[in-house]
């Protein structure tokens, strides 16, 4: 398709599992993006790929998020040992170029629901 | 670092009324600024952006936003709105040098009464 995909749209969980969300962006977008929206809280920046090096992960919550990105293709983001606190929508976005900076316009996907229990 | 700050988080008004919603942004250095909308159901989509120039930018549904860097604002307005303008409206910031993630406030949710 035209726009960024990601999956699976929800994903439900009990505490201590892993999960894994993937994100497909727009086919030509060398920078990708991740972020987390709680409930009723803004978008929190996660991390972001130019091509498949993330330079800023220190937007990640904990050691327990990871992300990585096959070439300027799929990213997945996983959590570890998940835990209640993690339960949010975690968007994806993908733009032209991240060192085009800011005024690239980021297309975001309709994200993953993530719920644990 | 910069924030943003969405004032009200719920916006009810009737169809065919105006309406405003508020964004004000902090920050040391200049910045980008933005405004996204999301549908229900659907994913965060770009409404408009101020990057230099003309202080007033339009979207292509009668939506606009004015950059006031004295007031360090970015209000949203439309003079008359429809029941599909229904949604989550986002402003943004980010740094005008790049190489930092866009700063998302809290989202003010419009709600179009018939």
């Known amino acids: 398709g035209a726009g960024v995909s990601q999956s699976p749209s929800n994903k439900v969980t009990e505490k201590g599992k892993d999960v894994e969300l993937r994100c497909d962006p727009i086919?030509?977008?060398?920078?990708l993006y991740w972020y987390r929206q709680r409930l009723g809280q803004g978008l929190e920046f996660l991390i972001y790929f130019q091509g498949n090096s993330a330079p800023d992960k220190s937007g990640l919550p904990s050691d327990r998020f990871s992300a990585e990105r096959t070439g300027e293709s799929v990213s997945t983001l996983t959590i570890q040992r998940t835990q209640q606190e993690d339960s949010a929508v975690y968007l994806c976005?993908?733009?032209?170029?991240?060192?085009?900076?800011?005024?690239?316009?980021?297309?975001f996907g309709p994200g993953t629901r993530l719920t644990v229990l | 670092a910069q924030s943003v700050t969405q004032l009200d988080s719920q916006v009810p008004v009737f169809e065919e009324a105006p309406v405003e919603l508020r964004c004000n942004y902090s920050s040391s250095v200049s910045v980008y600024l933005f405004w996204y909308v999301q549908y229900p159901n659907q994913g965060l989509q770009l409404l408009l952006k101020y990057l230099s120039g003309s202080t007033l930018v339009e979207s292509i549904n009668g939506f606009e936003a004015e950059f006031n860097k004295s007031q360090t604002s970015f209000h949203l307005r439309k003079p008359s709105v429809h029941i599909s303008d229904t949604a989550e409206y986002f402003c943004?910031?980010?740094?005008?040098?790049?190489?930092?993630?866009?700063?998302f406030g809290k989202g003010t949710r419009l709600s179009v009464i018939a």
């Open positions: 943004a910031v980010i740094r005008n040098s790049g190489n930092t993630p866009l700063v």
């Open positions: 976005a993908s733009s032209l170029d991240w060192l085009a900076g800011a005024t690239d316009t980021q297309y």
């Open positions: 086919s030509g977008h060398t920078a």
